[in-house]
């Protein structure tokens, strides 16, 4: 599954590569037959200032579909990609189910 990761506005791309990979593969790993690309954006939207402020922007390309969407929310990148990572597992789910696609079950 090809992983592309964009960061914007002071967030280390460097550092967060290896987490975001591993989260987005774990989280979506049912589905690797059918993904052809996993897009993950995040961006610092009010700089340096405290909140929940990290939007994960993350797009899931399946074959033979329009690609998928779920922006998240969180007060730091790691927690923003991993919230983003479970809330898309549902809704791959959701829109292979209502397509007829048999979904494989979870693993654990």
Avoid at 71 to 92: E, F, G, K, L
């Amino acid at each position: 599954m090809k992983i592309d990761l964009t960061t914007r506005a002071g967030i280390d791309r460097n550092r967060l590569l290896a987490f975001v990979q591993r989260r987005i593969g774990l989280a979506l790993r049912r589905y690797r037959e059918l993904i052809r690309a996993v897009e993950v954006r995040l961006q610092d939207v009010n700089g340096p200032r405290r909140g929940v402020d990290v939007d994960c922007l993350l797009a899931v390309h399946l074959q033979g579909m329009r690609p998928l969407y779920v922006r998240q929310s969180a007060i730091d990148p790691r927690s923003a990609v991993t919230q983003a990572a479970h809330r898309m597992d549902r809704v791959v789910a959701r829109s292979l189910s209502r397509r007829g696609w048999l979904i494989p079950h979870r693993a654990g």
